[in-house]
């Protein structure tokens, strides 16, 4: 597994976890976990927990440093960008388990009383609720 970190003057800000899938394959392909561990300073965006995603066809002959760059640039990409409704059902599956639908249906305090599976109709409901799964992952359930 590589394993990447940043940081900026000491600080840990962001980091990713990078699994290939497919062995010794000469072309591979690859899961990534990621995450921004604190809210950024210039924009004020929250810090983002744990985004998962995927780089596909990579040639394994290419530097390292070629695949650091698409992490990168496939992580900036999804930072932005709302997880579709199908991809916060994954996640409550994998993360809540044979529960998550009963788990989606139910009002949650830190949502407003909002039921999750409601808030999958936006963008920032998906957002909001991604968020909430990487935060119960990661032991961070307020």
């Keep these: 597994m590589l394993q990447i970190e940043i940081r900026i003057n000491d600080r840990f800000v962001a980091f990713?976890?990078?699994e290939n899938l497919s062995g010794l394959?000469?072309?591979?392909d690859?899961?990534?976990?990621?995450?921004?561990?604190?809210p950024n300073p210039l924009t004020g965006a929250d810090a983002v927990m744990h985004q998962k995603i995927f780089v596909g066809d990579h040639p394994r002959r290419?530097?390292?440093?070629?695949l650091v760059a698409k992490v990168a640039r496939e992580l900036a990409?999804?930072?932005n960008a709302a997880p579709t409704p199908a991809?916060?059902?994954k996640l409550a599956a994998?993360?809540?388990?044979?529960?998550a639908l009963a788990w989606l249906r139910r009002p949650a305090m830190v949502l407003e009383q909002?039921?999750?599976?409601?808030m999958l109709k936006t963008a920032d409901g998906r957002r909001r609720v991604f968020t909430l799964l990487g935060q119960i992952e990661g032991g961070v359930y307020v």
Aim: proline letters at 5%; zero cysteines.
């Design 16 to 18: 990713a976890n990078v």
């Design 25 to 28: 394959a000469d072309i591979s």
């Design 30 to 38: 690859y899961a990534i976990v990621g995450a921004r561990t604190e």
């Design 62 to 66: 290419q530097s390292v440093w070629s």
């Design 77 to 79: 990409k999804r930072e």
């Design 87 to 89: 991809e916060v059902r």
């Design 94 to 99: 994998d993360v809540i388990g044979p529960d």
């Design 114 to 118: 909002r039921r999750p599976i409601d």
